[in-house]
């Protein structure tokens, strides 16, 4: 998608602090980090939301790279949280899939 700023970083067209990546997907460090490590975790592939999300195996990947990528982080002793924010109910601001790790603090329940 020629207008979507995930893509572009996927495409390595703008810079970020990129952590970990393989064929399906870039992990890369959050612009305005709501904890001490806030990463993202994006497909390659182009999609909207997690509505999209229609390939099982993709989806796999996906969640066993947000896990892989908190074991990078260090996040594995005490703990992290993955969030991903859908549509306009559930806070979502770039509309191109990701998943949020979280860690470095303690996380509140219920979120805002
Ligand atoms: P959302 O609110 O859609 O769940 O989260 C979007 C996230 O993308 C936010 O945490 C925001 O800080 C991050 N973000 C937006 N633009 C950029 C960017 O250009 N580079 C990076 N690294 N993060 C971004
Ligand atoms: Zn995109």
Do not use: S
Not at 15 to 44: G, R, S, T
Not at 52 to 72: H, N, P, S, T, Y
Request: proline share 5%; glycine share 8%.
């Amino acid at each position: 998608m020629a207008e979507c700023i995930f893509c572009k970083i996927a495409e390595k067209k703008i810079p970020a602090q990129i952590e970990l990546e393989d064929d399906d997907f870039v992990v890369f460090k959050d612009i305005n980090p709501q904890a001490p490590v806030h990463y993202l975790l994006i497909p390659k592939k182009h999609m909207q939301d997690i509505t999209e999300l229609q390939d099982e195996k993709l989806a796999g990947r996906l969640l066993m790279g947000c896990v892989a990528a908190a074991q990078k982080l260090g996040l594995f002793t005490h703990g992290f949280r993955l969030v991903v924010n859908t549509k306009n109910h559930g806070g979502q601001t770039v509309y191109h899939l990701h998943f949020h790790i979280l860690g470095g603090r303690h996380m509140g329940w219920p979120p805002g």
